[in-house]
């Protein structure tokens, strides 16, 4: 069974940096593409960024070039997110998603979510 759990969250100012981190546990992980998604408050859930499972190609939504970093280290089965220069219009929670078939793009397992306040 394919387990996703977050961690990094936090309280920090604008302009600040956080590094969320999703472990995965279960199965291969480098057979997978990873994803985070955000969902503020009263909001639905939004595309942030992804990774290939080769790690060679990673893709963001406009809101977030340039500021957020996505990586992965499949030795240690976990993608992080590097955010830099955060927005108060960054807060949110932020979720960890993968796919169930392997090499397939597309988000069917989720973690639990860790959550992001921005202050401005």
């Known amino acids: 069974q394919v387990q996703l759990v977050e961690s990094g969250g936090g309280l920090v100012e604008a302009g600040g940096s956080l590094r969320l981190s999703c472990a995965a546990s279960g199965r291969t992980f480098s057979n997978y593409v990873m994803a985070w998604f955000r969902q503020a408050p009263g909001k639905e859930r939004v595309f942030v960024a992804s990774?290939?499972?080769?790690?060679?190609?990673?893709y963001y939504a406009d809101s977030v070039k340039g500021r957020f970093t996505i990586s992965r280290d499949n030795a240690k089965n976990t993608v992080y997110l590097q955010m830099n220069s955060l927005k108060p219009e960054d807060t949110a929670n932020y979720y960890c998603a993968t796919n169930s078939r392997p090499r397939t793009f597309g988000y069917d397992l989720w973690g639990q979510g860790t959550q992001v306040t921005v202050s401005s």
């Open positions: 990774i290939s499972w080769s790690g060679l190609n990673t």
